[in-house]
C-alpha cells in the first residue's frame, strides 16, 4: 500500500513558477514509477508527466515540455514537478500517482493516487 499527498500548489500570476511535492508512505517508493496528472473543470484528467523508477526516463505531455520538469528523490520518498513560465491554461488540481508497471501517460493503469493540490494561474 502506497499513500500520496501532494503539497505546494497555490495562485500565481502567469509566468510565475511552482513547484509541487509527492510525498510517498512505504517503503517500496524506489519500486514504482511516478506521474502527474492534472483536471481543470469541465475537463477529463490528462497527463502532465512522468518518471521512471529511478529517475532514468522522463516523459512530457506536449503542453507542458520545456517548462515543466520532474523529478524524483527515492531517499526521501518524494517526486517533484517544477513548473516555469506557468500559463492559465495550466490551471486545474494536479495529482499525483504510482504504479508498479503503468503505462506512463495513463492513468488508470497506475495504482495510487494523491488527493490532489490545486495550481491556479491569473493572467
Known amino acids: 500500500q502506497v499513500q500520496l499527498v501532494e503539497s505546494g500548489g497555490g495562485l500565481v500570476q502567469a509566468g510565475g513558477s511552482l513547484r509541487l511535492s509527492c510525498a510517498a508512505s512505504?517503503?517500496?517508493?524506489?519500486?514504482?514509477?511516478m506521474g502527474w496528472f492534472r483536471q481543470a473543470p469541465g475537463k477529463e484528467r490528462e497527463f502532465v508527466a512522468a518518471i521512471s523508477w529511478n529517475g532514468g526516463r522522463t516523459y512530457y505531455a506536449d503542453s507542458v515540455k520545456g517548462r515543466f520538469t520532474i523529478s524524483r528523490d527515492n531517499a526521501q520518498n518524494t517526486v517533484y514537478l517544477q513548473m516555469n513560465n506557468l500559463k492559465p491554461e495550466d490551471t486545474a488540481v494536479y495529482y499525483c500517482?504510482?504504479?508498479?508497471?503503468?503505462?506512463?501517460?495513463?492513468?488508470?493503469?497506475?495504482?495510487?493516487w494523491g488527493q490532489g493540490t490545486q495550481v491556479t494561474v491569473s493572467s
Open positions: 500517482a504510482a504504479g508498479r508497471s503503468p503505462s506512463l501517460r495513463i492513468g488508470p493503469t497506475y495504482d495510487y
Open positions: 512505504g517503503r517500496t517508493f524506489s519500486s514504482y514509477a
